[in-house]
């Protein structure tokens, strides 16, 4: 009997030994929230402002407002990288990711996003009064208006050389009568006149002659005016809007982007060469010190940098291109994506997602 009870009291003890291990592990399960959820995101001005533990920007602002719509309370997990952001999210590690990420057919092969909140595109960052190749130099001497003004110049001395020779031809030696020698002193007579090189070294002598003569020096003054107005003006637009206003112009310049971003893909799909840095911000460092000719990255976040700098020389030519779409990325079949997706809608509806977008963007209204 005294065995039995012995036996029993020591079963009692592991029993109560193992019930004491298991109750912290049912009360830390129980204390888990489902409604308290990790997010992951990154600075990117201005859909995110990191300033020691303070966190700003549209992106911030639209999820305060989805969560508190949703219910959910929240802890940001702050990564370097949108690369890092999608990692963290196909692995779990957090519950969803929120900053600028663009939704693309390669991210969502590993994670899904909720419904688009936010229209971009790729952009262009470029600094006026950078150094110009020898290329660039080329490009303005052949570009299309110059060369209609060369053509324009050209024709109007063939026309004059001509006229010259018709009305001198049959009495003036210095314009023979046949007609590639004439033409050519007319023609020679026609482009030393008109952009006042020289004259007297061949003048017409008859009278219809000496007046076509006159009427073509005068008429020389506003014709060489109207080509250097003409080519001067070219130059001076060019200077200031730089020799890239669009994507067709990126060819053989010095492109920095962000590694693994939506412009990274593009750019290398372009055959484009470019620089790839870890983040938008070495990107700026080196258009700044002119290692670089054009930052590519997305339009929004370039336009509010050129905005925030515009004293010193950054614009943004043109719109946007190769529009993409920003959205939050969860885990695959993530339940919360369904819920994220409702709440969007619901500030779409009531207006609140309008009054965030004009607090970052202005009046003008957002898609």
């Known amino acids: 009997m005294t065995r039995i009870i012995s036996f029993l009291f020591i079963i009692a003890v592991f029993l109560a030994a193992l019930l004491n291990r298991s109750l912290p592990e049912a009360a830390a399960q129980s204390s888990e929230d489902p409604r308290h959820l990790k997010v992951a995101t990154k600075e990117i001005e201005p859909f995110v402002f990191i300033n020691g533990n303070e966190l700003s920007g549209f992106s911030i602002d639209l999820w305060d407002a989805l969560a508190l719509e949703a219910g959910f309370t929240y802890d940001f997990e702050i990564v370097e990288t949108v690369l890092d952001q999608i990692d963290v999210v196909a692995t779990g590690e957090v519950d969803a990711a929120i900053a600028a990420i663009s939704i693309t057919a390669a991210r969502e092969e590993r994670i899904d996003f909720s419904h688009r909140y936010f229209e971009s595109g790729l952009g262009i960052l470029t600094k006026s009064g950078g150094t110009r190749t020898v290329l660039d130099s080329l490009r303005i001497a052949f570009s299309p208006s110059l060369l209609r003004l060369f053509a324009f110049l050209v024709i109007t001395i063939l026309i004059s050389g001509h006229i010259i020779w018709l009305i001198e031809r049959n009495r003036n030696p210095e314009f023979p009568s046949t007609y590639l020698r004439g033409v050519w002193e007319g023609i020679w007579w026609a482009a030393v006149t008109v952009t006042t090189v020289g004259y007297g070294d061949k003048t017409p002598i008859g009278r219809i002659g000496r007046v076509f003569g006159i009427f073509w020096m005068f008429a020389g003054l506003f014709i060489i005016a109207n080509f250097t107005a003409g080519v001067t003006s070219q130059l001076t637009?060019?200077?200031?809007?730089?020799?890239?206003?669009?994507?067709?112009?990126?060819?053989?310049?010095?492109?920095?982007?962000?590694?693994?971003?939506?412009?990274?893909?593009?750019?290398?799909?372009?055959?484009?060469?470019?620089?790839?840095?870890?983040?938008?911000?070495?990107?700026?460092?080196?258009?700044?010190?002119?290692?670089?000719?054009?930052?590519?990255?997305?339009?929004?976040?370039?336009?509010?940098?050129?905005?925030?700098?515009?004293?010193?020389?950054?614009r943004v030519p043109g719109g946007s291109f190769n529009k993409e779409d920003y959205g939050i990325a969860v885990p695959e079949d993530s339940p919360l994506r369904e819920e994220f997706n409702r709440a969007l809608l619901a500030l779409v509806e009531d207006g609140t997602y309008q009054r965030i977008y004009s607090k970052w963007y202005g009046a003008a209204g957002g898609s």
Request: negative net charge; charged residues 20%.
């Open 237 to 314: 637009l060019e200077a200031i809007q730089g020799t890239i206003n669009g994507p067709e112009d990126l060819q053989g310049k010095q492109v920095a982007t962000v590694a693994g971003s939506t412009a990274n893909e593009w750019l290398i799909a372009q055959g484009i060469a470019n620089t790839a840095v870890e983040t938008v911000d070495e990107a700026y460092a080196l258009l700044d010190a002119e290692r670089v000719q054009a930052v590519v990255y997305d339009h929004p976040v370039l336009l509010y940098y050129a905005l925030q700098n515009e004293e010193d020389g950054y």
